[in-house]
């Protein structure tokens, strides 16, 4: 997945610069998560296996690797927010707007309350994230016009959440999956981080066109 990727971001050459950074700016999280077991050899993130699953939350448990997970994250969570920018549906536009706000409030919350510090907020704030991205990929495949990849994208992310919640509905049985959560949990943020890159990616391709983001090319420079 991840060499998919970064080929998809090596194919953006005729993307305009802004768009360009969107797709490198992607790699970033995305390379994070996936290596996290090896940053363990060097001491940078705690044990993930400190006792039934491995998890993101038990290897970004320490302030420095908490603190560049949220710095990695910060634009991909900001891009977000411009695919319902480009679509004009009434009131699915408004379900869309809000499942996104749940889900990247309780992201917030949960990089705040760490399983270290607050374990029952940390899970209460994995189970509302898990909950409104199901929620918002859903929305996403009902009315959204996609390329099939994409598709396949949102179907995927959809089942990666749901098989998280079973996988936590195990774990109360004493059933661990050892490295299948984490694994999980790195295909789904993989998903949410660059379904609206490749969108973005698609339609310029498509349309010979740029999606119009309503970040300015000088907010982009800033960043």
Request: hydrophobic content about 45%; glycine content about 6%; proline content about 4%.
């Amino acid at each position: 997945m991840i060499i998919y990727l970064i080929m998809v971001t090596i194919s953006c050459g005729t993307l305009p610069r802004e768009k360009k950074y969107i797709m490198f700016a992607s790699i970033l999280p995305t390379l994070y998560i996936w290596s996290l077991p090896l940053l363990q050899l060097s001491g940078f993130t705690e044990d993930g296996d400190q006792g039934g699953e491995v998890t993101i939350s038990k290897y970004i448990s320490n302030s420095h690797a908490t603190g560049l997970m949220a710095s990695v994250f910060y634009y991909p969570c900001l891009i977000m927010w411009e695919y319902p920018q480009h679509k004009s549906y009434n009131w699915y536009k408004s379900c869309q707007f809000y499942s996104l706000l749940v889900f990247q409030l309780s992201f917030g919350l949960f990089l705040t309350f760490t399983t270290t510090w607050k374990p029952l907020l940390h899970s209460i704030s994995v189970a509302i994230f898990s909950i409104a991205a199901i929620t918002h990929f859903g929305l996403l495949l009902k009315k959204g016009h996609h390329q099939e990849k994409l598709k396949y994208l949102l179907v995927g992310g959809i089942l990666g959440f749901l098989i998280l919640c079973l996988f936590t509905i195990l774990a109360n049985y004493q059933i661990t999956v050892s490295y299948a959560f984490w694994f999980f949990e790195c295909v789904c943020l993989t998903i949410m981080i660059w379904f609206t890159p490749l969108e973005i990616l698609y339609h310029y391709k498509q349309h010979n066109a740029p999606i119009k983001l309503s970040i300015s090319n000088n907010e982009i420079a800033s960043v």
